[in-house]
């Protein structure tokens, strides 16, 4: 069966989740959103590539700067936006989401940005787009449960070749919450497919997925032996809002084991990068004194993250 | 057919441009010939502002029917484009369209005081109201062959045939 992601010439059709994807196709993702980069510095911050475009955000879950990027991304390119207020809408008065999409289609939509509480949400999408022969629309996954984040992914792979070049020779450490995170999912793939020899996760035992050895990681659970030599730290976010039961004795007790301080992050290379997806619990996952400091990457991560998914839209929207 | 010889012509456009400088004179190439005609010109005439080079696949009118190609370069604009003249650098002029994109780029960076063409080959076959201030030769060219600019591993520019 094809890659539901890929049309029949096997350029990316809808972006889905990192797995899957051959080494050529993120490689070229990268490749395109290096240039985008540049478009910051003009006068004027716009290409005329999604010209006439329509662009819908459907967030049916909260989220301010993955939305905020997607839309800055899509008016860069000239597209036309329009964020839908989920809690306001037709789904709050009962209306399924394959009727919205239905809905949005007859308004000529374009290109959708979906953001889901339920994994799969977005192939469900792309999955009815596809026999409704609406092959024009594109699907995006903006984050779908504890499944993908693929669009993370990808600005975190560009932001490590940003810094590290060569993906062949790293070693690079996810610390965190693994269990509730989308995130950790699309990084784990993109780096194994992109070459990472050695990827490890840190985490407590309840926040750690019984299985997760089987993507081909190393799993540790005191952070300093984790961090050893490390060239890349990719801190994730405390899942409060997905947590259900006592999965955790405290935030203290969490930042004492698993939060990067100064002194923890010794024990990875000095010129070692930490990176962030945001938004960022000071004091829980990280110390100020690091998520400021001289190896924190956290903001060129989001404004790397724009040039991504312009390089993600561009490469739907010319599919 | 033969060919002239590419870095004889550079050397004669460089001739032929110069007495139409202005101390603020830019040149822009479009990747990737003309990047490599604007780098002799600009060694050659001794200017003063940096070489940009731009990639037009951005602004291209076809991006709806061929998508983006994959090698992107880009875009360096090293110098203050507002009230500048500007001398646009291609190998092969044909249909001016890439020309009228390279322009639509130009004017996102500001608003030059003007902008001319300059091109080694002008092949005919125009598409749009382009045309060059400069060209160091003019061949009439079926459409099914491409004019190419190639480089050697030493640096020598060539022009080269293909059918399209």
């Known amino acids: 069966m094809r890659n539901p992601q890929l049309n029949s010439h096997g350029e990316l059709q809808h972006l889905l989740t990192i797995e899957g994807l051959p080494r050529e196709i993120l490689t070229a993702i990268l490749d395109t959103a290096a240039p985008f980069t540049e478009v910051a510095e003009r006068e004027v911050k716009k290409l005329p590539l999604l010209r006439g475009k329509s662009v819908f955000n459907l967030f049916f879950e909260n989220s301010t700067r993955t939305r905020t990027t997607f839309e800055i991304a899509a008016k860069r390119l000239s597209a036309d936006v329009i964020n839908l207020n989920i809690s306001t809408s037709s789904t709050a008065k009962g209306e399924t989401l394959l009727d919205t999409v239905d809905n949005l289609c007859a308004m000529q939509a374009d290109m959708f940005v979906v953001r889901h509480a339920s994994s799969g949400a977005p192939f469900l999408m792309a999955r009815h787009l596809a026999a409704m022969g609406l092959d024009h629309i594109h699907v995006i996954n903006a984050g779908d449960g504890r499944h993908a984040h693929p669009t993370q992914g990808l600005l975190d792979m560009y932001t490590i070749r940003h810094y590290k070049k060569d993906f062949t020779r790293l070693a690079v450490a996810i610390v965190g919450d693994l269990l509730h995170s989308r995130v950790a999912r699309s990084q784990i793939q993109a780096l194994a497919t992109l070459g990472v020899p050695e990827i490890r996760v840190i985490g407590p035992k309840t926040l750690m997925p019984t299985d997760i050895d089987r993507m081909g990681v190393r799993v540790f659970h005191d952070m300093r032996a984790g961090l050893r030599d490390v060239d890349v730290v990719m801190m994730l976010r405390l899942q409060n809002e997905r947590m259900q039961g006592a999965l955790l004795p405290s935030p203290q007790e969490f930042f004492k084991y698993y939060g990067l301080t100064a002194e923890k992050l010794a024990c990875a290379r000095p010129d070692a990068i930490v990176m962030h997806p945001g938004p960022m619990n000071r004091g829980v996952e990280i110390d100020s004194a690091v998520a400021d400091g001289p190896n924190a990457v956290i903001l060129p991560q989001v404004t790397f993250g724009i040039a991504v998914r312009m390089a993600v839209m561009s490469m739907l929207a010319g599919s | ?164």
């Open chain 2, 1 to 164: 057919m033969a060919l002239p010889d590419a870095e004889q012509l550079c050397r004669a456009l460089a001739e032929s441009i110069r007495p139409g400088l202005h101390p603020d004179t830019a040149l822009v190439g479009i990747h990737t010939g003309g990047v490599w005609v604007a780098e002799r010109l600009h060694a050659t005439l001794g200017l003063k502002t940096p070489l940009g080079s731009i990639d037009v696949a951005f602004y291209r009118d076809d991006f709806n029917r061929s998508g983006l190609h994959p090698q992107l370069k880009k875009s360096d604009i090293p110098f203050d484009v507002e009230d500048r003249p500007i001398v646009i650098v291609d190998d092969v002029l044909y249909t001016g369209r890439t020309i009228r994109a390279a322009m639509n780029e130009i004017f996102d960076y500001g608003r030059p005081a003007r902008i001319d063409l300059a091109v080694l080959v002008d092949r005919g076959g125009r598409e749009l109201p382009v045309c060059p201030r400069w060209s160091a030769h003019e061949l009439a060219l079926p459409p099914a062959q491409n004019l190419q600019l190639e480089r050697s591993g030493a640096g020598i520019l060539t022009l080269r045939l293909i059918d399209a």
